[in-house]
C-alpha cells in the first residue's frame, strides 16, 4: 500500500458508516497518480442502485477531493 492508497482508506473509512446503514460498502480498487482518477467497487445494496452514482460523486468523491486535492475524478467499476 502506498501513502497515497493510505490516505484514500482513511477517507474511505468515513464514508463507510453512511453506506453501510443503506446496506452497502465500498471497497478501494485502485489510484492512478498520473490521472488522479480513484477506482473503487461499490458492494452490497450500493450495486446497482439508482442512487449510487450521486453518492458516489457527491459523497464519496467530493470527501476525497476535500481531504486529498491530487484527487480528480471516482469511478466505480464492477
Given at each position: 500500500m502506498t501513502e497515497m492508497n493510505d490516505q484514500i482508506?482513511?477517507?474511505l473509512e468515513?464514508?463507510?458508516p453512511a453506506l453501510r446503514m443503506d446496506g452497502g460498502g465500498i471497497e478501494?480498487?485502485?489510484y492512478n497518480?498520473?490521472?488522479g482518477v480513484v477506482r473503487v467497487?461499490?458492494?452490497?445494496?450500493?450495486v446497482g442502485c439508482p442512487m449510487s452514482q450521486i453518492t458516489l460523486k457527491m459523497?464519496?468523491?467530493a470527501a476525497l477531493q476535500?481531504?486529498?486535492?491530487?484527487?480528480?475524478e471516482?469511478?466505480?467499476?464492477n
Open positions: 482508506e482513511a477517507v468515513q464514508v463507510r478501494l480498487v485502485d497518480a498520473e490521472t467497487r461499490l458492494q452490497g445494496a450500493c459523497g464519496v468523491e476535500d481531504a486529498i486535492p491530487e484527487i480528480k471516482v469511478i466505480a467499476i
